[in-house]
């Protein structure tokens, strides 16, 4: 199970970017997908998931309002769609599959990152 990230990069505050996980090998069909982010020093915390059983999303407080994720079953690819960015939104941000309903843990990381900086 693999899956690649991209879409981070450079962003003034107020921003917006739209970070993508595609799946490589396998469907996205019964999995539940996370992001995470570490930001420089900090731990990989969780940001957002989503179940594609049953479409049921969650996010952490901090992006609530901000970010939302959403899946192309076309394209076998989770977004997260990120607007009014803010400078502690600087991480490099990862993708996290688990097979089922449940929300991964950060050591079902797959990818290697991908990195956003924000800049006021």
């Known amino acids: 199970v693999q899956v690649v990230e991209s879409g981070g990069g450079l962003v003034q505050a107020g921003g917006s970017l739209r970070l993508s996980c595609a799946a490589s090998?396998?469907?996205?069909?019964?999995?539940?997908i996370a992001w995470f982010r570490q930001a420089p020093g900090k731990e990989r915390l969780p940001v957002s998931c989503?179940?594609?059983?049953?479409?049921?999303?969650n996010y952490v407080d901090s992006v609530k309002g901000r970010f939302t994720i959403s899946t192309d079953n076309a394209k076998n690819t989770v977004y997260l769609q990120m607007n009014n960015l803010k400078f502690e939104d600087t991480a490099v941000y990862y993708c996290?599959?688990?097979?089922?309903?449940?929300?991964?843990?950060?050591?079902?990381?797959r990818g290697q990152g991908t990195r956003v900086t924000v800049f006021s």
């Open positions: 989503i179940s594609t059983s049953d479409g049921t999303t």
């Open positions: 090998g396998f469907t996205f069909d019964g999995y539940a």
């Open positions: 996290a599959v688990n097979k089922g309903r449940l929300c991964p843990s950060f050591v079902e990381i």
